[in-house]
C-alpha cells in the first residue's frame, strides 16, 4: 500500500483535529439529529470499489459534505432523547491515540502496558461501585455485551450442565431489551426468561419475584439469575436492590445490576442512595459512553467472582501457546468474546488522569439537577408528570392521543433546535427527556420547553 509523505500526513491529521475542534466549537448550533433520505444517501454515496486513489482532502471534504451531517448528536447539549452520549474531546483524542497506534489489547504479551491501564481503570471502578478485591472485569464495546458475558458467567458459574435446559433468570418489564437479548443469545428459550410486571413505580417488584422463584423450583427448574437495573431507559427507575441482593443470597442466585446509563450516579451524594445495594451485586454492568462522558464505543462488565469471566470463555488453541498461561499476566480474551480487542481502556484512563474524578462527578450532579429542572419548567407549561425526574431522567405527558405524542417528537426532530423521545409505560404513551448533558444550560432547558409547545401545536394538525 502507497505511503503519504510526512507532510501529507501531518495536512491530513491537521485537518481532522481541526474538524474535530470545529465540531465541539459549534456543535450546539447546528440540529441534534438530521436524518437522511435513504435513497438520496445511496445515489450520493454509491459508487464502484475505487481502483486508484483519490486526494485525501477529497475524500474529507465528500465526508463532512455527504456523510457527518447525517448524525444524531448525543453529545449535542439539547439532545435529550433515549440515553445522551454527551462525550468529551480528551476521550476523543485518546481513541485516535490508540486507533493511530493500533493497540491490540487481546493478549498481555500484545499489549502489556495498555493492558495495566484497562487493570488500574476496572480497579478505580471497582472502587467506586464498592466491589470487593479480587473484582474482575473488562472494557467491551457497551453495555448489550456486558451484560452478555456476565450473563455467560453467571451460567457457567452457577447452572454448569444444566444451562440449556433448567436455567430460569428473572428480569423486569422495565428491563432493557439487551437483557433479554443477551439471555437469548446464551440459548435460553422464551420460556426461561420470565419478565415480571411493574407496580406504579416501576421497579421490580420482590414479592412477585419471590413468588416466580418458588414456583419454578417446584416445577423442577433452576433460577440462576436475576437481572435488576439501576437506572431504566424509560424512567430512571432504580429496582430495589438491597432485597434483591438478600433474596439472591438466599436462594442462591446470581445478582445482575443492569447500570449501563445510571451506575455512575453512584459517585455522587444525589444518586448515592437510590443505588444503595449495588455493591452486593454479583456483576455490573455500565457504559462509560454514557454518564461517564466517553465517546462510542466503552462499556464495562465487572464481576466480584475470581475467575468466573475465564470459567465461561477462557479457550487456549495451540495457536496461542506462546501468550497464553504466564503468571500473573491478564489476557483479556479469557475474559470475552473478543480476541481481537483495542484500547478502550484508554479514554476513561485519560479523563479521569486530566480532568479528575471531581469534574466527572460534577458533571454528573449536573445532570440531575437539569431534570429536576426540567419538570419545574414543563410543569409551568401544563404538562402532566408521569415520572417525576430521578437520575437525569422525567417523563410526561398531555392527554392520551399517543399519535399526536409521536407526532410531536417528529416535528421536533424537523425544527432541529431539540430532540426529546417517547416511550409507552404501562400502556400510555408520554414523552421523555435525559438531561445528562454537563453543558446543558437553564437557556437550553427554556428553548426545548418552547420548541415542544411549538412541536404539540403543530402535531395536532
Not at 113 to 132: C, K, M, Q, S, Y
Not at 279 to 298: G, M, N, T, V
Not at 379 to 385: D, F, L, N
Request: contains cysteine; charged residues 20%; hydrophobic residues 45%.
Amino acid at each position: 500500500m502507497p505511503r503519504l509523505s510526512d507532510a501529507e500526513l501531518r495536512a491530513l491529521g491537521h485537518r481532522v483535529v481541526d474538524l474535530i475542534a470545529d465540531h465541539w466549537a459549534t456543535v450546539g448550533d447546528h440540529p441534534p439529529i438530521r436524518v437522511g433520505d435513504p435513497a438520496e444517501l445511496r445515489e450520493r454515496l454509491a459508487e464502484p470499489v475505487p481502483e486508484q486513489p483519490s486526494a485525501p482532502d477529497a475524500v474529507l471534504d465528500q465526508l463532512a459534505r455527504e456523510v457527518l451531517p447525517f448524525v444524531q448528536h448525543g453529545d449535542h447539549p439539547r439532545f435529550f432523547a433515549r440515553i445522551p452520549g454527551p462525550s468529551n474531546p480528551v476521550g476523543v483524542f485518546a481513541d485516535a491515540l490508540a486507533a493511530g497506534l493500533n493497540v491490540f489489547v487481546g493478549s498481555w504479551t500484545g499489549g502489556s502496558g495498555p493492558a495495566t491501564i484497562e487493570l488500574v481503570t476496572l480497579d478505580w471502578l471497582r472502587e467506586l461501585f464498592e466491589l470487593p478485591a479480587g473484582t474482575e472485569g473488562a472494557f467491551v464495546s457497551g453495555g448489550s455485551v456486558a451484560t452478555l458475558n456476565a450473563l455467560a458467567a453467571a451460567r457457567t458459574h452457577v447452572l454448569g450442565a444444566d444451562a440449556r435446559t433448567r436455567g430460569v433468570a428473572y428480569l423486569s418489564d422495565q428491563a432493557h431489551a439487551s437483557c433479554s437479548r443477551a439471555l437469548r443469545t446464551l440459548g435460553f428459550a422464551d420460556e426461561q426468561i420470565r419478565v415480571l410486571p411493574t407496580a406504579s413505580e416501576l421497579r421490580m417488584q420482590v414479592s412477585e419475584l419471590a413468588a416466580a422463584v418458588a414456583e419454578d423450583r417446584a416445577a423442577g427448574r433452576k433460577p440462576f439469575a436475576i437481572v435488576a437495573t439501576a437506572g431504566t431507559t424509560n424512567t430512571g427507575a432504580v429496582d430495589p436492590l438491597p432485597p434483591l441482593a438478600d433474596l439472591c443470597r438466599d436462594e442462591g442466585i446470581w445478582l445482575h445490576v443492569d447500570a449501563a446509563y445510571g451506575g455512575p450516579a453512584v459517585i455522587c451524594d444525589a444518586g448515592r442512595p437510590l443505588l444503595k445495594g449495588i455493591e452486593r451485586a454479583d456483576s455490573i454492568a455500565i457504559d462509560p459512553h454514557k454518564w461517564l462522558f466517553q465517546p462510542y464505543e466503552c462499556g464495562v462488565v465487572l464481576v466480584r467472582h475470581p475467575g468466573a469471566l475465564a470459567a465461561a470463555f477462557a479457550l487456549h488453541p495451540e495457536y496461542l501457546a506462546d501468550v497464553s498461561g504466564r503468571t500473573g499476566e491478564v489476557n483479556f480474551f479469557d475474559r470475552g468474546v473478543q480476541l481481537t480487542r483495542g484500547f478502550r481502556a484508554l479514554k476513561l484512563w485519560m479523563t479521569l488522569k486530566v480532568y479528575g474524578l471531581a469534574a466527572v462527578r460534577r458533571g454528573i450532579e449536573h445532570g440531575i439537577r437539569s431534570a429536576e429542572r426540567a419538570e419545574e419548567l414543563l410543569r409551568s407549561a401544563g404538562w402532566q408528570i408521569a415520572t417525576p425526574a430521578q437520575l437525569g431522567i422525567v417523563s410526561f405527558r398531555r392527554g392520551d392521543d399517543a399519535a399526536r405524542h409521536l407526532r410531536t417528537v417528529s416535528e421536533m426532530q424537523a425544527e432541529g433546535v431539540a430532540a426529546i423521545s417517547s416511550t409507552v409505560l404501562h400502556g400510555v404513551t408520554v414523552l421523555r427527556m435525559c438531561a445528562i448533558h454537563p453543558a446543558t444550560s437553564e437557556s437550553d432547558l427554556e428553548l426545548t420547553v418552547s420548541a415542544l409547545e411549538r412541536a404539540w401545536l403543530r402535531a395536532c394538525d
